[in-house]
Structure formats: structure tokens, C-alpha cells
């Protein structure tokens, strides 16, 4: 399977957080996602992308922050993380990038 410029579109970037790194010692990259996008697309994509097997993919919405900028009241996108497990032994390090 090669990568299509959709998959581009579908994951934005990994997430490094504590958290994800505590989830990638268990087999499972973290990846924020575009909010439209749906499992079967996100599976579709690291699989084209990474060339790797993908077990399963967990996807939660965390809704955006109201912050202040200089006075004014604005609002933080919501993001969309899917946690993608993967098969065993397949491996990604998100430290080198795509």
C-alpha cells in the first residue's frame, strides 16, 4: 500500500506527551488526527505511512480551552488523538518524523 496525500491529511502529527510515551512502552502510538476523520481511515493511513500492522485504533475528542490573548477571550481548536495499538512486533519512532 504507498501513501496517498490524503493520509497526510487524516494524521496531523504524533503527540509526545508523558502520557503517550507511557502508552508507546505497550506497543501504541499516540497521533493527532483530523477531527472528520474515522478509524478505518486513521488504520488505513499508519498502515500506509509507516508500513506497519495496525491491532486496533482507540480515538477520543478533547474539546478546546478558552484562553485569553492580550485581553481578549479565544478559544483552542478541538483535537482529535487516536491511540493506534499496534501488532506485534511492529515498531514506529515518532522521534524521527515522517
Do not use: W
Not at 7 to 26: C, F, G, L, Q, W
Amino acid at each position: 500500500m504507498s501513501a496517498k496525500p490524503e493520509h497526510y491529511d487524516v494524521i496531523r502529527k504524533p503527540v509526545v506527551t508523558e502520557k503517550a510515551t507511557m502508552a508507546s512502552e505497550n506497543g501504541a502510538v499516540v497521533f493527532e488526527v483530523a477531527i472528520d476523520s474515522n478509524k478505518p481511515q486513521i488504520k488505513e493511513a499508519v498502515e500506509a505511512l509507516f508500513g506497519v500492522k495496525v491491532k486496533a485504533v482507540n480515538t477520543t475528542i478533547t474539546k478546546g480551552k478558552s484562553k485569553r490573548f492580550r485581553g481578549q477571550m479565544g478559544r483552542r481548536a478541538d483535537v482529535k488523538k487516536a491511540y493506534v495499538t499496534l501488532e506485534e512486533g511492529n515498531t514506529i519512532d515518532v522521534t524521527t518524523g515522517l
